[in-house]
């Protein structure tokens, strides 16, 4: 049985192995004991603090495996991306150079540095147990924060935004950065990465060059991976895409990974999700049912698991005693609920969102 749930300190040697094993080596996951620790501490500050607005509260969750007490996986939202240090990005943009005398006009692509996701609450830091990928499991992780989100929107931005790791070579280069960052820090992506990871990306920021690149001017090989998920993160990518996030402009500042985001509201689920009452039965006598992300009220306690979506007559959402034991419910409790399959698959892919939210 599996759970999603707040961080603790006792978490913590779980954090650091699945900052270690993370494919590839995660910015905001870095493998440094100080650092996540002080993630866990911010967490727990973050679940137990009033909030009216987002600020730069940062709620880090795992997912534990109870059969086996072992913590598998953790994923975490950034109330607000840039609410301390700007959050930036490269936007893609297209310039137009022309001229009447020699009956020119070319469109030039370029990227520019932004820092407009600063305002978004950021969907981040996840790493999961290699034995639960391409399970429910997943899925859960991924996706349980957003059933969180949804019973707090006043900690949260309107907009949601994920990075995904860029394109890296069989050597675990990033020709992105070969081609541009490298010429300003004189160092190879992974060290430069471990390095923003323990710090800040600002600093990246404010070495890097603050005019628009020319596209044209770089390697093909950093051309190519220009918005261009890492090969391990395509499935993510592309739930999310059929959850409703919407491909932006924006790419990441080291290897041009896409920032993908959404309006919240648009969210499948969000848009599907529904608030039950509790009916306690026998796990034998549970109707067959598609599973459904399952979550409690409880903040600080936040629960939420993988249970059939089986409803009584009455609109009741009926759970086995050790999923309502497990949740914190006893009977007649509300739960919020939303399916775990999606509408797509992300085969419709919408391309770009032309309006940047």
Same mark, same amino acid.
């Given at each position: 049985?599996?759970?999603?749930?707040?961080?603790?300190?006792?978490? #913590?040697?779980?954090?650091?192995?699945?900052?270690?094993?993370?494919?590839?080596?995660?910015?905001? *996951?870095?493998?440094?004991?100080?650092?996540?620790? =002080?993630?866990?501490?911010?967490?727990?500050?973050?679940?137990?603090?009033?909030?009216?607005?987002?600020?730069?509260?940062?709620?880090?969750?795992?997912?534990?495996?109870?059969?086996?007490? =072992?913590?598998?996986? @953790?994923?975490?939202?950034?109330?607000?991306?840039?609410?301390?240090?700007?959050?930036?990005?490269?936007?893609?943009?297209?310039?137009?150079?022309?001229?009447?005398?020699?009956?020119?006009?070319?469109?030039?692509?370029?990227?520019?540095?932004?820092?407009?996701?600063?305002?978004?609450?950021?969907?981040?830091?996840?790493? !999961? +147990? %290699?034995?639960?990928? $391409? @399970?429910?499991?997943?899925?859960?992780?991924?996706?349980?924060? *957003?059933?969180?989100?949804?019973?707090?929107?006043?900690?949260?931005?309107?907009?949601?935004?994920?990075?995904?790791? $860029?394109?890296?070579?069989?050597?675990?280069? %990033?020709?992105?950065?070969?081609?541009?960052?490298?010429?300003?820090?004189?160092?190879?992506?992974?060290?430069?990465?471990? *390095?923003?990871?323990?710090?800040?990306?600002?600093?990246?920021?404010?070495?890097? /060059?603050?005019?628009? !690149?020319?596209?044209? !001017? #770089?390697?093909?090989?950093?051309?190519?991976?220009?918005?261009?998920?890492? /090969? +391990?993160?395509?499935?993510?990518?592309?739930?999310?895409?059929?959850?409703?996030?919407?491909?932006?402009?924006?790419?990441?500042?080291?290897?041009?990974?896409?920032?993908?985001?959404?309006?919240? =509201?648009?969210?499948?689920?969000?848009?599907?999700?529904?608030?039950?009452?509790?009916?306690?039965? /026998?796990?034998?006598? !549970?109707?067959?049912?598609?599973?459904?992300?399952?979550?409690?009220?409880?903040?600080?306690?936040?629960?939420?698991?993988?249970?059939?979506?089986?409803?009584?007559?009455?609109?009741?959402?009926? #759970?086995?005693?050790?999923?309502?034991? #497990?949740?914190?419910?006893?009977?007649?409790?509300?739960?919020?609920?939303?399916?775990?399959?999606?509408?797509?698959?992300?085969?419709?892919?919408?391309?770009?969102?032309?309006?940047?939210?």
């Amino acid at each position: 049985m599996l759970v999603v749930r707040p961080a603790r300190p006792a978490d #913590l040697p779980a954090l650091e192995r699945l900052a270690g094993t993370a494919t590839p080596r995660l910015t905001n *996951l870095p493998a440094h004991r100080d650092r996540l620790e =002080e993630r866990i501490t911010r967490s727990r500050q973050a679940f137990a603090r009033e909030v009216d607005f987002p600020g730069d509260e940062h709620y880090t969750f795992v997912l534990e495996d109870l059969e086996r007490r =072992e913590v598998v996986g @953790t994923a975490t939202v950034r109330a607000q991306a840039g609410a301390v240090d700007a959050y930036y990005t490269y936007r893609q943009e297209t310039l137009i150079h022309a001229s009447q005398q020699l009956n020119v006009r070319r469109e030039v692509q370029t990227l520019a540095l932004s820092h407009e996701v600063s305002e978004a609450s950021l969907l981040c830091a996840l790493s !999961l +147990d %290699s034995r639960y990928k $391409g @399970t429910s499991a997943e899925s859960l992780l991924r996706r349980a924060r *957003l059933m969180f989100i949804a019973q707090y929107p006043e900690r949260f931005s309107g907009i949601l935004a994920m990075a995904f790791p $860029g394109y890296l070579d069989d050597a675990g280069e %990033s020709p992105f950065w070969n081609s541009v960052g490298r010429h300003f820090f004189v160092r190879d992506y992974q060290e430069i990465n471990y *390095l923003a990871g323990v710090r800040s990306k600002s600093f990246i920021a404010e070495v890097m /060059p603050q005019f628009p !690149l020319y596209l044209p !001017l #770089l390697t093909p090989q950093a051309r190519a991976a220009i918005g261009r998920e890492h /090969p +391990d993160h395509e499935v993510a990518m592309a739930e999310m895409l059929a959850e409703g996030f919407l491909r932006s402009r924006h790419v990441d500042i080291f290897d041009a990974g896409p920032v993908i985001k959404a309006e919240r =509201e648009r969210l499948a689920s969000f848009r599907r999700a529904a608030w039950h009452p509790v009916r306690i039965r /026998p796990a034998h006598a !549970l109707p067959d049912a598609e599973p459904a992300m399952v979550a409690n009220q409880r903040l600080e306690d936040f629960r939420c698991v993988v249970a059939r979506y089986a409803l009584s007559p009455t609109g009741q959402l009926m #759970l086995s005693p050790a999923h309502a034991e #497990l949740l914190g419910v006893e009977e007649g409790r509300a739960v919020l609920a939303a399916p775990l399959a999606l509408p797509g698959d992300g085969a419709d892919d919408p391309g770009y969102d032309e309006g940047e939210l």
